[in-house]
């Protein structure tokens, strides 16, 4: 066991070591927020006011606001899960493409131990990283209204952090083991920089976009992770606004602003409930991980 967390902690210096991987992997993240002051805010904003046909003076505005920040944390918070496993993971390349890799399967160290390293110091990285922006973001909400969540709820959001970092980083294990260099895997991290935003409905909500191109987004476990990370964080927001308007609308507008900014993922006509999304990622994480470990067992030879 030893050799398996001295390993795991040589993979997670690497990373920490690195301020300008670690910058480079919230880069997106960054991108969502100074697009977020600059743009969607405000169109977030609109877009809410224009729905209430009517209700405008049942609902306050610091509710509002709170939600469309939550929003906004949510969002951020589903890039990181992406980026940071990624950045993380390419120390394998790294590895392969120096020939350390030869190196490190010429120990007596197992390769299922090898590549479970690996896996668990990306695991930790993300989840250290985004539980951080989770922490930051949940002080500066609370200090510019009341987010109306309970402890239950927050431990949630840090449950969920802890999903979507394993299971993203199982996900791109596969992805990661298919790289030959370290030319090849950043052009497929800037690539995966201008995508994930949209996958995730960080910058428009996936109900905006085709059945098809949704199904497809919602595919990802990244896109579930996010839809239950604004279902937990936005919860609280919602009940209020919903008491707010006191039943005048049996509730429908609220449920037609979870429709519309996705608190639930839907692929195919199948609409996810939370639980069946935690069934789906924790499937697709078991899946990813059993399938890199043969891949690794099969590819990476003893020298």
Known sequence: MKDFMGFTR???????????AILFSLLTSIIVFVLYLLFLKGTFVDAFNNTMNGLEDLVSSSDIEMFVNGFLLSGVLGSAMITVPYTCLQTIVKDRESG?????CATPLKRWKIILS??????VSSFIITSLILTVGLIVLSLSGDTHLGVVSVLEAYGLMLLGS????????LVMLSFRSSSVSTAF????????GFVIGAYIPLSQFSDGVRSFCNIFPASHITSMIRNVLLSGVSGSIDSS??????????MAVKDTFNFNASAYGFSFSGVTSVLYVCAIALACVAIMTIVYNKTYRRG
């Open 100 to 104: 350390v890799d030869s190196d490190i």
């Open 189 to 196: 991290f800037g690539i995966l920089s201008a995508a994930s």
């Open 245 to 254: 308007i006191g039943g005048v609308d049996n509730g429908a507008f609220i």
């Open 166 to 173: 394993v299971s993203s980083t199982a996900l791109f294990m």
């Open 10 to 20: 040589r993979n997670l210096l690497i990373y920490f070591k690195d301020k300008l």
């Open 118 to 123: 690996y896996f668990s110091a990306s695991s």
